[in-house]
């Protein structure tokens, strides 16, 4: 009897507790301010000892945002560097998803496409900036072309990982309600992939940030990376922090908004952040 | 119902992953008969049940309603074990209006297909709830509505009740039981439980440990419905049945070497 008994017993997880520290008396948002506060200070602290050349203070950083400011050079930069990303990364989502839908779906499809993937893999997008002014000009063509690269390569590899993740089960059960195999690709398995599809286009908008710094540097007419690089050539160490900041504080905010809008319109295909 | 159908196994046998799993398999069931397949975990109920919706390619014959069985079919539904097999973005409504829509019926048709069947299985009023938002046991329930909104005149089920607790899983038998009776279809149920087998089946299969499982004994459940289990008829149909997996998992046991003669 002990081994029916042994065969029947069904194994459950052990219940898991919180690890210490999760449960940090205060809120969360009092905690962050904390930590932000508590950062401004120590770089006040630094920048009192060192000259401004080397590091600005917070104070002059800020002098410096409201000059540039107020001669438009910072709206400038803001507006041209997000244009080129939504562009690029718009551009590379559309056709990264149905590239990653089909290598999933069809493996003759994946088995030639496979060695550029995987050789490409290992090629940055700052390596082909150089190529991508040669070819297209230093203008709008080659950062947008750049960003839509970092863009194509991280949807198509999420959406390519997220077919082969759907459920055998779901497959069989669409199967024998009489779905065909082009109604199941769009009744299914693209339903089943958006979460993996999220996932991607919030890392290529990202790396969208790097590729975008990179390339305005290279090429530098406009946008953040040229202000970046161009306040060099002034000295002034404040207006590449404004920079560095203003690039930082874009970028999170892209990342809530597209997470809060994923969320929102894609609650019921499971992301959920 | 169209039409009832039966189903027959002849010399089936299925291999996996180079493992010959089940062997030399042969079943006649007849149309509208209730079939419960029971056996040692592991030994090929699924498999079995695959080849049968179509999953899985087997050597030997495959006939429903006459016909070869070469891949999956709307004649045959299936209710599988997990709820994953849901369309998770899709509501109850919808879930259950995804066959009907396929074969072409009209808005007003789906609605009125899914108000039915809905109504049957008792969840018309969740008809705008997503799977989510369900319990297990009503997931199973839309998974049920789903597959009689096709019209099958085979319905195969693997432990769809596995992972129920045992009120729930009660009710949902005598729903199972009910359903049946009003559709006339053939049933094909894999379970693990005796007591839920002798509930349910005109007959019980069950299967010997694998690899190169077969069909070990087929037992008629001579009793009038509804059925009691603590009639002793139904006692010893249990034991015998106990007895017959028993044996098959002790045997299962010594060939991994877990189970010492003394202990057996
Ligand atoms: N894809 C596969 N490749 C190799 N072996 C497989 C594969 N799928 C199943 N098997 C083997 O086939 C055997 C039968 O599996 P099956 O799922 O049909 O058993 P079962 O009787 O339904 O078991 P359970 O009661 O635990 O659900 C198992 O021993 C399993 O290891
Ligand atoms: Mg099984």
């Known amino acids: ?273 | 119902m169209t039409k009832y159908e039966g189903i027959r196994l002849d010399g089936v046998g299925v291999t996996l992953g180079g493992t010959e799993v089940v062997a030399n398999v042969d079943l006649d069931i007849a149309p509208g008969e209730f079939v419960c397949l029971l056996g040692p975990s592991g030994c090929g109920k699924s498999t079995l049940l695959n080849v049968i919706a179509g999953f899985v390619p087997a050597t030997g014959g495959v006939f429903v309603g006459g016909h070869e069985v070469k891949g999956p079919g709307v004649e045959r539904g299936v209710v599988f074990q997990s709820a994953e097999a849901l369309f998770p973005w899709l509501t109850v409504r919808q879930n259950v209006e995804y066959g009907p829509k396929i074969r072409g019926a009209s808005r007003s048709e789906c609605a009125e297909i899914s108000e039915r069947y809905l109504r049957l299985v008792g969840l018309f009023h969740a008809s705008d709830k997503l799977p989510s938002e369900l319990s297990g046991g009503m997931r199973q329930r839309v998974q049920i509505a789903r597959v009689l909104a096709n019209e099958p005149s085979v319905i195969l089920m693997d432990e769809p009740f596995g992972a129920l607790d045992a009120q729930t899983r009660e009710v949902l038998q005598r729903e199972v039981d009910r359903i049946w009776r009003a559709t006339g279809a053939t049933i094909v149920f894999v379970t693990h439980d005796i007591s839920e087998a002798i509930l349910l089946a005109d007959r019980v299969v069950t299967m010997s440990v694998g690899p190169r499982a077969r069909i070990k004994t087929v037992a008629k459940v001579d009793l009038e419905h509804p059925r009691d289990l603590m009639d002793p008829r139904a006692l010893a149909l249990h034991r015998m049945l106990r007895d017959d997996i028993g044996s098959e998992v002790n045997k299962s046991l010594r060939a991994q070497g877990l189970l010492t003669e003394e202990a057996a």
Do not use: C
């Not at chain 1, 290598?103 to 893999?121: K, N, S, V």
């Not at chain 1, 700052?126 to 080659?142: C, D, F, K, N």
């Open chain 1, 1 to 273: 009897m002990s081994v029916q008994g042994e065969v029947m017993t069904a194994t459950r997880e052990p219940r898991r507790r919180r690890p210490f520290l999760s449960r940090w008396p205060g809120s969360g948002a009092a905690m962050t301010v904390a930590s932000i506060v508590g950062g401004i200070l120590i770089w006040q602290l630094l920048s009192l000892r060192l000259p401004p050349l080397f590091l600005p203070s917070p104070r002059d950083t800020v002098l410096g945002a409201i000059e540039l400011w107020q001669d438009g050079t910072l709206q400038m930069a803001i507006l041209a560097s997000s244009g080129r990303i939504l562009v690029g990364w718009g551009l590379g989502l559309v056709v990264g998803v149905p590239i990653g839908i089909l290598m999933g779906h069809f493996r003759w499809i994946r088995t030639l496409l496979d060695p550029y993937i995987e050789f490409f893999r290992f090629i940055p997008p700052i390596a082909l900036v150089t190529l991508a002014v040669i070819w297209l000009g230093p203008g709008e063509m080659s950062k947008v072309a750049l960003i839509f690269y970092t863009t194509v390569f991280l949807v198509t590899l999420n959406t390519l990982a997220g077919v082969r993740a759907v459920p055998e089960l779901r497959l069989r059960a669409a199967a024998s309600l009489g779905a065909g195999a082009v109604r199941t690709l769009w009744t299914v398995i693209v339903p089943s992939t958006v979460p993996y599809m999220v996932t991607g286009a919030r890392l290529a908008l990202g790396n969208s940030f790097l590729t975008i710094v990179s390339a305005e540097i290279v090429s530098a007419e406009d946008g953040l990376g040229a202000l970046i690089w161009l306040a060099r050539n002034y000295s002034r160490t404040e207006w590449v922090f404004v920079g560095i900041i203003v690039l930082g504080w874009l970028g999170y905010a892209f990342d809530r908004l597209l997470k809060y809008a994923s969320m929102r319109l894609f609650a019921r295909y499971g992301v959920n952040g």
